[in-house]
């Protein structure tokens, strides 16, 4: 199995950079997976130039989630956005995702990577935890709604 695929409960997962084709597909998951999903120009920008990670992941060539992040001062890498089609939840996409975009901000020198979970979101920050990511602190007021966010961290 090459690299860029990944076996996850229910078949292979294929990974690969994410492209502007792969927009419409992108901000369908945003809309039904976040209460304040990101508009399209950003996602837009994030393809063409905002992230240094920008990953899709297909299972028979249909895309199931995406991961966007960047390196920010030299060695620190944030997990800008996640997210898995509610159809293909709980297979191991989610994880699989992560593992990939930690490996690739590995690859670019990072040693450390940090990410914002809503407090409420208890699926994610149990994934983030099982991946090693720890609560550093909790950011109030984060989200547009006025949800509080956890800031959690982990070394690479």
């Given at each position: 199995?090459?690299k860029?695929?990944?076996?996850?409960?229910?078949?292979?997962?294929?990974?690969r950079?994410?492209?502007?084709?792969?927009?419409?597909?992108?901000?369908?998951?945003?809309?039904?997976?976040?209460?304040n999903?990101?508009?399209?120009?950003?996602?837009?920008?994030?393809?063409?130039?905002?992230?240094?990670?920008?990953?899709?992941?297909?299972?028979?060539?249909?895309?199931?989630?995406?991961?966007?992040?960047?390196?920010?001062?030299?060695?620190?890498?944030?997990?800008?956005?996640?997210?898995?089609?509610?159809?293909?939840?709980?297979?191991?996409?989610?994880?699989?995702?992560?593992?990939?975009?930690?490996?690739?901000?590995?690859?670019?020198?990072?040693?450390?990577?940090?990410?914002?979970?809503?407090?409420?979101?208890?699926?994610?920050?149990?994934?983030?935890?099982?991946?090693?990511?720890?609560?550093?602190?909790?950011?109030?007021?984060?989200?547009?709604?006025?949800?509080?966010?956890?800031?959690?961290?982990?070394?690479?």
């Amino acid at each position: 199995m090459k690299k860029e695929e990944m076996y996850v409960k229910g078949g292979n997962i294929r990974f690969r950079k994410a492209t502007l084709k792969d927009l419409d597909k992108i901000q369908r998951i945003e809309r039904v997976s976040f209460r304040n999903p990101y508009p399209t120009y950003y996602t837009k920008a994030l393809i063409e130039s905002l992230s240094d990670v920008s990953i899709v992941a297909e299972i028979n060539d249909r895309v199931v989630g995406y991961v966007f992040a960047r390196v920010e001062f030299g060695a620190v890498g944030h997990i800008i956005t996640i997210a898995v089609d509610p159809a293909f939840r709980g297979l191991g996409i989610g994880k699989s995702l992560m593992i990939e975009a930690l490996r690739l901000l590995r690859e670019r020198g990072c040693r450390s990577v940090y990410l914002e979970v809503r407090v409420s979101n208890e699926p994610a920050i149990n994934l983030y935890r099982k991946l090693g990511f720890v609560i550093k602190r909790r950011i109030r007021g984060y989200y547009k709604d006025g949800e509080d966010a956890f800031l959690m961290e982990r070394q690479i």
